[in-house]
């Protein structure tokens, strides 16, 4: 049907330039040849949906813009509830934008082969969507900027993995190198020029030995909480609102369920959590807290021996309540107002030293390997 239609308008067309060139000079001089030109051209920028499916496409296909060229398409943002945006989005890369560690992958290191995407390591469904979002140039303002900060030791790994997933063209910066994660925004402040107080850093990984988004915060930048990885769009949507409401106070953490945590509002919440590990000689040990089902992660807490309750005595497994305050000498966070969640103390009874029997002397002592004696002989007898 369509080729009719296009025949019986090309045929118009030529009826009419014919007749035009039998009265005018100019148009008769035209050649036949001509006319067919100046017809298909006619014919060309007819409206017809039909035509426009055959035309080829301006972009190829997968093609992604660079991440300047995506930022000047809109000077506008996709959100208009967000009237102020970080000038500086940094992920975190294992477990935050992808999964799984790239350490897990132990039987690729073995056999001494790349990861491949989407096979091996594949991305958070709120990661991915974020990252179309940053593609469509259209969501976020061209004055916000985006970078990766990885600590891991897979930095090859890592490295291949941003070009399979084509981030790379989306991405300012591109900070990968074990160490210290405050290096990273060390770096990533000289040569972006940006305060940290525009930034805003997106972690698995909270507190303790390898925890990022505490220590990165006390450099001024906002780090969110996500121990579940980017895995639904909801959290880097409420970190932005979160962002947005911010009073560029140092030390403030976005927490997986989308509160915040400020030094100041640590002090005043009580926490309840296990005591984990205890060092009796140095008297002191750390408690776990948090959650432990959903997307929650537990986190770990100092406690010093001095701010127990008076005569208590703890051990491993022992469940306590406490708020969580900061250091004023060192910065770090530690419990206090400490209570024994059994509220059974000994303020009624005389503290002694007691051994546990899953000490490693105890089990000595129980399977006849060592003894124990006094003066009087043996004091103990399995």
Request: charged residues 25%; neutral net charge; aromatic residues 10%.
């Amino acid at each position: 049907k369509f080729g009719f239609e296009a025949r019986k308008v090309m045929m118009m067309i030529m009826m009419l330039l014919s007749s035009l060139s039998s009265r005018t000079r100019v148009w008769s001089s035209l050649s036949s040849s001509s006319t067919w030109v100046i017809a298909s051209l006619c014919l060309l920028s007819w409206p017809s949906p039909s035509l426009a499916l055959v035309q080829p496409s301006l972009y190829p296909k997968n093609k992604l813009f660079s991440s300047s060229s995506q930022r000047t398409m809109s000077s506008t943002n996709g959100d208009s509830s967000i009237q102020k945006f970080p000038k500086l989005i940094v992920l975190d890369l294992d477990n935050t934008v992808w999964t799984p560690e790239l350490y897990q992958l132990r039987k690729l290191q073995r056999a001494n082969q790349m990861p491949v995407a989407n096979r091996d390591v594949k991305l958070f469904p709120g990661a991915q969507d974020l990252i179309d979002k940053i593609r469509s140039g259209t969501y976020f303002p061209e004055s916000t900027q985006f970078a990766v900060a990885s600590r891991t030791k897979s930095v090859d790994w890592a490295q291949d993995l941003l070009t399979q997933f084509d981030l790379r063209e989306i991405l300012d910066f591109v900070e990968i190198f074990p160490g210290n994660k405050k290096q990273h925004f060390e770096n990533l402040h000289q040569n972006s020029g940006i305060d940290f107080q525009d930034m805003l850093f997106f972690d698995d990984a909270r507190d303790g030995k390898y925890g990022n988004c505490e220590p990165v915060s006390t450099m001024g930048v906002l780090s969110v909480h996500c121990p579940g990885g980017l895995d639904t769009s909801t959290i880097w949507e409420t970190a932005l609102r979160r962002y947005e409401e911010w009073d560029k106070g140092a030390n403030t953490i976005v927490e997986w369920d989308g509160s915040v945590t400020t030094p100041g509002s640590l002090a005043v919440k009580q926490q309840e959590g296990m005591v984990k590990t205890v060092n009796a000689e140095k008297r002191f040990g750390f408690i776990q807290y948090g959650e432990t089902g959903g997307k929650g992660r537990r986190s770990d807490v100092f406690f010093h021996f001095n701010n127990l309750p008076n005569g208590a005595v703890v051990e491993q497994g022992d469940r306590l309540k406490f708020t969580v305050e900061q250091d004023p000498r060192n910065g770090k966070f530690r419990a206090a107002n400490i209570e024994l969640v059994d509220g059974d103390t000994i303020e009624n009874g005389v503290s002694m030293r007691a051994f546990s029997m899953n000490m490693p002397f105890a089990a000595l002592l129980a399977n006849e390997h060592k003894t124990l004696e006094s003066r009087n002989g043996t004091m103990f007898k399995p």
